[in-house]
C-alpha cells in the first residue's frame, strides 16, 4: 500500500491521480478536510481507504507495522506563506514530518517528502540543491522556515541518505480550488478577467524589476507529479531535488498566457504589494535542475503558454477535476 498524507490537497490529490493513471489504487490518503471544499479533490480517485491525520498518527503509533506500507509521499502540511502561528507550523510542518520519516526509516519504507522553493529565501544564495548548503538558506517566512527546520533536521540525522525532499517551485494547475489566497495567480486572474475583463498585478518596489516584472519559476502540476513519481520508480534515489522548469518566466508573461487562453485582450493593472508581504516577497525565483537531470530524469516539460492553456480550457472553463 502507499499512503499519501496530504492526498486530498492540491499536490497530494494530483499524485494519487497520476498513481491511478499507472494503475495504482493500493492508496492510502490521510488529510484534515475541514470545513473547505478539499473533499471534491477525491471524487474522481481511487483509493483504499482514508484517515483523518489525528486517526492515522493514532493508529501508526498503535499498530505502525500492521500498515503494510511500500512507500509514503508526505505532502501534508499547512502551506500558507502567510500563516503567522509559528507554534502551529512547527508542530504540523516540522513535528509530524520527523515522526512519520523516522517510522519509514526504521521500516525501510521509500519516503518521499514536500520540501518548498520558499527554504531558499531572497536567492541570494542561489538555487541549487546542494544539500550541504542547507544551513546557509535563510527563509522569509515561517512557513519556508517550518520546511527549512525538517531539511536541516534530516541532514544532522543523515536520514537524506535514505529519503527523498522535493523542494517544489511555483506549482500550479487543477484541484487547487479549495485554497482561498493561497490559490495560484492563474486560477485568481481566470476569475478576475472572466468578472471584469482586468488582472491586477503587484508593482515592483526594487529598481531592477518593472511593474509585473518579478519572475518565478512557474510549474504545472501535471509535470510536478511525473518529477515526484519518478523517485518512486528510481528508489536509489535519495537526497533534495529541486522540482521546477529551470526557467524563470515573469508575472507579465503569465498574466498574458491567461488573457490567451481566455481569448480575451489583455488589460493589466498593477496594484500596490501589501506592506506585510513586501518583506518576505521573492522578485526571483528559478530551480537548478541540473542535479535531477544527472539523476536521469529527462521527460520534457510543458511550455507554460501551453500548460495555461490547457489549465485554463480544460479546467477552469469547466470546473472539472483530476482524475476519473
Not at 493500493?26 to 484517515?51: F, M, P, Q, S, T
Not at 507529479?225 to 537526497?239: D, I, Q, S
Not at 480575451?264 to 498593477?270: F, W
Not at 528559478?286 to 503558454?305: F, K, N, Q, S, W
Request: proline share 2%; with cysteine.
Amino acid at each position: 500500500m502507499i499512503l499519501v498524507t496530504g492526498g486530498a490537497g492540491f499536490i497530494g490529490s494530483a499524485i494519487v491521480a497520476g498513481l491511478n493513471a499507472r494503475g495504482i489504487d493500493d492508496i492510502l490518503i490521510v488529510d484534515i478536510l475541514g470545513r473547505d471544499e478539499k473533499w471534491k479533490n477525491l471524487r474522481n480517485l481511487r483509493y483504499a481507504d482514508y484517515l483523518e491525520a489525528e486517526d492515522f498518527y493514532s493508529r501508526l503509533q498503535a499498530e505502525g507495522e500492521g500498515l503494510g506500507l511500500e512507500a509514503i509521499f508526505h505532502l501534508g502540511a499547512c502551506s500558507s506563506t502567510t500563516e503567522s502561528d509559528c507554534s502551529y507550523l512547527a508542530k504540523n510542518n516540522f513535528e509530524c514530518s520527523k515522526r512519520l520519516a523516522e517510522f519509514a526509516v526504521e521500516r525501510r519504507i521509500r519516503f518521499i517528502y514536500a520540501s518548498s522553493a520558499a527554504t531558499y529565501g531572497d536567492g541570494s544564495q542561489g538555487f541549487v540543491d546542494d544539500q550541504e548548503r542547507i544551513d546557509q538558506l535563510r527563509p522569509l517566512n515561517m512557513y519556508g522556515y517550518s520546511k527549512q527546520m525538517f531539511d536541516q533536521w534530516a541532514k544532522r540525522n543523515h536520514l537524506l541518505d535514505h529519503i527523498v525532499g522535493l523542494k517544489y517551485f511555483n506549482v500550479y494547475g487543477p484541484n487547487e480550488y479549495h485554497k482561498g489566497q493561497m490559490r495560484s495567480f492563474i486560477l485568481k486572474a481566470f476569475e478576475q478577467i472572466r468578472d471584469k475583463g482586468r488582472v491586477g498585478l503587484f508593482k515592483s518596489y526594487r529598481s531592477e524589476y518593472t511593474d509585473g516584472g518579478q519572475v518565478r519559476d512557474f510549474l504545472y502540476v501535471r509535470d510536478a507529479v511525473e518529477m515526484t513519481l519518478f523517485f518512486l520508480e528510481r528508489r536509489e534515489l535519495c537526497g533534495i531535488f529541486n522540482v521546477g522548469t529551470g526557467q524563470a518566466r515573469s508575472w507579465n508573461d503569465l498574466a498574458m498566457a491567461v488573457f490567451a487562453a481566455m481569448g480575451r485582450p489583455a488589460a493589466i493593472d498593477y496594484i500596490e504589494m501589501p506592506e506585510v508581504l513586501r518583506d518576505q516577497y521573492q522578485y526571483y525565483t528559478c530551480a537548478d535542475m541540473t542535479r535531477l537531470c544527472a539523476a536521469g530524469y529527462d521527460r520534457p516539460m510543458m511550455v507554460m503558454e501551453d500548460a495555461v492553456k490547457e489549465y485554463v480550457q480544460k479546467y477552469l472553463m469547466s470546473g472539472s477535476y483530476l482524475g476519473g
